[in-house]
């Protein structure tokens, strides 16, 4: 069974540029979230779907970030403009409705210059 | 909000030795998770414990609710061991609130 897929692994752009990420989870796992890394501290939650709908965005900062989770599946996460302080690694994460385990996907490693 | 404290910082340990690692927390929590970030950066869930006493081969958790505190034991162990150690819990709702980690180097 494949697991969480992200692209890209590494995106470096300058800053006021806007970026984008993308995230397939597993299979039939209508959870999927997007968490923060920054380096040295453990990941920070920004937003949580059920399936299409964004049930907890309490933590992504709206003025510049967005995500969406189109059909259910698939979801991607924009920055714009990006800034120098949106240098991290950006998880995703995916977990069957009611289940607690939640499966990390490889991350993507964003530098803004 | 919850607060996650995880101890020690870091830890260098010799191939073969054994370890424990604990994480403290400020309230009553539905979800304790243990993960691992190897140094490429994936994180693997170790262990779903919010109470009890769970084994995995060389792995060992123990989480104690009414005290509020979890440990996890590695035992002989092997440079593929080395890595961030994260304790993750929720309050409600599967919001999963990440401590600090522990820095595991395992040496040969």
């Known amino acids: 069974e494949a697991g969480v897929v992200q692209s890209p692994r590494y995106k470096i752009i300058e800053k006021k540029q806007p970026v984008a990420f993308w995230c397939n989870p597993i299979?039939?796992?209508?959870?999927l979230y997007w968490y923060l890394q920054n380096l040295g501290q453990g990941p920070e939650l920004l937003i949580r779907?059920?399936?299409?709908?964004?049930?907890?965005d309490s933590q992504l900062p709206k003025d510049r970030f967005s995500a969406e989770r189109l059909k259910g599946v698939d979801s991607t996460l924009k920055i714009q403009p990006a800034e120098l302080g949106d240098s991290a690694v950006y998880l995703c994460?995916?977990?069957?409705?009611?289940?607690?385990?939640?499966?990390f996907g490889p991350g993507t490693r964003l530098l803004v210059l | 909000g919850i607060q996650v404290e995880q101890s020690p910082p870091d830890l260098i340990l010799q191939e073969g030795a054994n370890s424990t690692l604990r994480c403290n927390f400020s309230?009553?929590?539905?979800?304790l998770q243990w993960f691992h970030q190897n140094p490429w950066g994936q994180l693997i869930n170790l262990f779903y414990?919010?109470?009890g006493t769970k084994q995995n081969g060389r792995l060992s958790a123990t989480t104690v609710a009414t005290e509020r505190y979890s440990l996890l034991y590695i035992s002989s162990s092997q440079t593929t061991d080395s890595g961030v150690y994260f304790c993750?819990?929720?309050?409600?709702?599967?919001?999963?609130?990440f401590g600090a980690g522990t820095i595991l180097r395992v040496k040969s």
């Open positions: 993750a819990v929720d309050e409600y709702g599967n919001k999963l609130v």
């Open positions: 414990i919010p109470s």
């Open positions: 779907y059920e399936n299409e709908e964004a049930v907890d």
């Open positions: 309230d009553s929590v539905n979800n």
């Open positions: 299979s039939g796992h209508n959870t």
């Open positions: 994460a995916s977990s069957l409705q009611g289940q607690e385990t939640q499966y």
